[in-house]
């Protein structure tokens, strides 16, 4: 569009440059679109979650740049692989370091019900959710990365529209 155009027509332009929205929907737009994960390898999904990452995946082009090193510095937690007991308190003192909004995914069966371990071994969680909340969980022993994505993608979906999804709070 010509300038001369758009000053004779100024609705013209309006209309297609504003978007009339709030401000909690144009933030949630810009953190689904800017997640910092931070990782929790514990065992095998640890292995699939940084193929995700690597070249042929490519987390990077779903707004997942780079895991962080620091829970201060991120606001996704992904949970990959068994949960012991004696790591649980390590684990929630992470979650609790992330500052708000924060998010977690329990990636693998380990981490969402104690895999094959629970049953054998009472040093198992069975399951994230028993410490803190999740908010994505992916199925698969262990989970390929296209299932990691397609977990991630689902999550985004979860922030731009909180109305749909609401998270219990553990106490």
Known sequence: MEIKDAVA???SLLERNIIVTSIEQVLNWARSNSLWPLTSGLACCAIEM???????????R??????RPSPRQA????????LTWKMAGPLKRLYEQMPE???VIAMGNCANAGG?????????VPGVDKIIPVDVYIPGCPPRPEALIQGLLELKKKI?????ARRDQHD
């Open 116 to 124: 094959p371990f629970v049953d054998s071994s009472y040093t198992v």
């Open 50 to 60: 940084m193929s995700a990452a690597a070249a042929r995946f490519d987390l990077a």
């Open 9 to 11: 027509k100024p609705d």
């Open 101 to 103: 909004p924060k998010y």
């Open 62 to 67: 779903f707004g997942y740049e780079v895991f």
């Open 75 to 82: 606001d996704l937690l992904i949970v990959a692989g068994t």
């Open 160 to 164: 731009r529209h909180p109305e749909v």
